[in-house]
């Protein structure tokens, strides 16, 4: 079965930079693309980024466009988010999630990021 | 402020009927497939209906989706306790080059 692992949150400073993990298994990974959406404590999603199957192609929410980036890795089966430049507003659960020609499949259980001094 | 729009709530009695609304615009629903999810509190979403009417395999039939110009709704019938949870819209906007989704609407059944 498809499984979506994040890690990589925490709590980091306004103005430093963290990468977030997510170890996809159960499908073959190489054929779809990949999602990060996120959600702030207590308010609803907001969608981050996707790339494509292959890499080539990346879309991003204007809110974090020019700070994140997306990338993978067919080798591990892995997708991450580079994030800098944090803000006090960038703070949210952060999901991975698999995407099955254009619509969010699945969902991973998500990793938090708090940007706090 | 969402690029989709959905009431922050609705409500209603176990064995009833409710929908959701999602209104958005001609770059978004109007031109491409919507999708809904249910999230539970502290769980991750759920997809529930995609490309507009679709239910994936484990969803029950009590849960259907419609699409008409640029708003969609979702149906619940014979409503259950368990059905309480938040639900959201989402879809691509082609305009942006961005997913999008509504702002989320708390089920309560009463």
């Known amino acids: 079965q498809v499984q979506l692992v994040e890690s990589g949150g925490g709590v980091v400073q306004p103005g430093r930079s963290l990468r977030l993990s997510c170890a996809a298994s159960g499908f073959t990974f190489s054929r779809y693309a990949m999602h990060w959406v996120r959600q702030a404590p207590g308010k609803g999603l907001e969608w981050v980024a996707v790339?494509?199957?292959?890499?080539?192609?990346?879309y991003f929410a204007d809110s974090v466009r020019g700070r994140f980036t997306i990338s993978r890795d067919s080798s591990t089966n892995t997708v991450f988010l580079q994030m800098n430049s944090l803000r006090a507003e960038d703070t949210a659960i952060y999901y991975c999630?698999?995407?099955?020609?254009?619509?969010?499949?699945?969902w991973g259980q998500g990793t938090l990021v708090t940007v706090s001094s | 402020q969402s690029v989709l729009t959905q009431p922050p709530s609705v409500s209603a009695a176990p064995g009833q009927k409710v929908t959701i609304s999602c209104s958005g615009s001609s770059s978004n629903i109007g031109n491409n497939y919507v999708s809904w999810y249910q999230q539970f509190p502290a769980t991750a979403p759920k997809l529930l209906i995609y490309?507009?009417?679709k239910r994936p395999s484990g969803i029950p039939d009590r849960f259907s989706g419609s699409k008409s110009g640029t708003s969609a709704t979702l149906g619940i019938t014979g409503l259950q306790t368990g059905d309480e949870a938040d639900y959201y819209c989402g879809t691509w906007d082609s305009s942006l080059s961005a997913g999008v989704f509504g702002g989320g609407t708390e089920l309560t059944v009463l």
């Open positions: 490309d507009n009417n």
């Open positions: 999630a698999k995407d099955k020609l254009g619509v969010v499949d699945y």
């Open positions: 790339i494509s199957f292959d890499g080539s192609t990346k």
